[in-house]
T-cell receptor
Framework: DTGVSQNPRHKITKRGQNVTFRCDPI?????LYWYRQTLGQGPEFLTY????????KSRLLSDRFSAERPKGSFSTLEIQRTEQGDSAMYLC????????????FGQGTRLTVV | DAKTTQPTSMDCAEGRAANLPCNHS???????VYWYRQIHSQGPQYIIH???NNETNEMASLIITEDRKSSTLILPHATLRDTAVYYC??????????????FGTGTRLKVLA
């Protein structure tokens, strides 16, 4: 399967712990997006990379959140000092360049903070 | 805020066509309309997108009105596996000059046996 891959699929952590998620985009896709989705809501944009450059961050991305894409391939999303409000599905998507290129989503990482 | 409005929910009989409407009255001339669907606990699945011409692929057809202020996604022969939340999205231009999706709450389609 050459789709977008996210790991882990599920993560349970205690409040205050740090967590890191990984996203492997479709190869040759230079754009990579992170979204967050809470129950009953549509996904919310968090951040966007073009190759290794992080070009946009949402106001939702507090200083406890950091995302990287060090070599323009895979990406990581780290949450420090997790809070119960961080419990959500974290989705990664990738696309080719071009203004209208459709994005393909991974299956997401479901985070539960207890 | 999302640039689209959709009905909250719809039902469709299995084997019949499902027609999902979407309003996007503020769409700009170079903005595309995208449709995704999301089955419970999975990531959104791309269905189709278009600019102004009607589009068809193996999954669905997209009909965009001439003024581009609304569109309809058509699933020609709905099956139980088409039960999902369907999102209509008009991409939003980012500060860096590219586009991102702003999702609304979508339409929850239930296909009935």
């Amino acid at each position: 399967d050459t789709g977008v891959s996210q790991n882990p699929r599920h993560k349970i952590t205690k409040r205050g712990q740090n967590v890191t998620f990984r996203c492997d985009p479709i190869s040759e896709h230079n754009r990579l997006y992170w979204y967050r989705q809470t129950l009953g809501q549509g996904p919310e944009f968090l951040t966007y990379f073009q190759n290794e450059a992080q070009l946009e961050k949402s106001r939702l991305l507090s200083d406890r959140f950091s995302a990287e894409r060090p070599k323009g391939s895979f990406s990581t999303l780290e949450i420090q000092r997790t809070e119960q409000g961080d419990s959500a599905m974290y989705l990664c998507a990738s696309s080719l360049g071009g203004a209208n290129a459709e994005a393909f989503f991974g299956q997401g990482t479901r985070l539960t903070v207890v | 805020d999302a640039k689209t409005t959709q009905p909250t929910s719809m039902d469709c009989a299995e084997g019949r066509a499902a027609n999902l409407p979407c309003n996007h009255s503020t769409i700009s001339g170079n903005e595309y309309v995208y449709w995704y669907r999301q089955i419970h606990s999975q990531g959104p699945q791309y269905i189709i997108h278009g600019l102004k011409n009607n589009e068809t692929n193996e999954m669905a057809s997209l009909i965009i009105t001439e003024d581009r202020k609304s569109s309809t996604l058509i699933l020609p022969h709905a099956t139980l596996r088409d039960t999902a939340v369907y999102y209509c999205i008009v991409s939003d231009r980012t500060t860096s000059g590219t586009y991102k999706y702003i999702f609304g709450t979508g339409t929850r389609l239930k296909v009935l046996a």
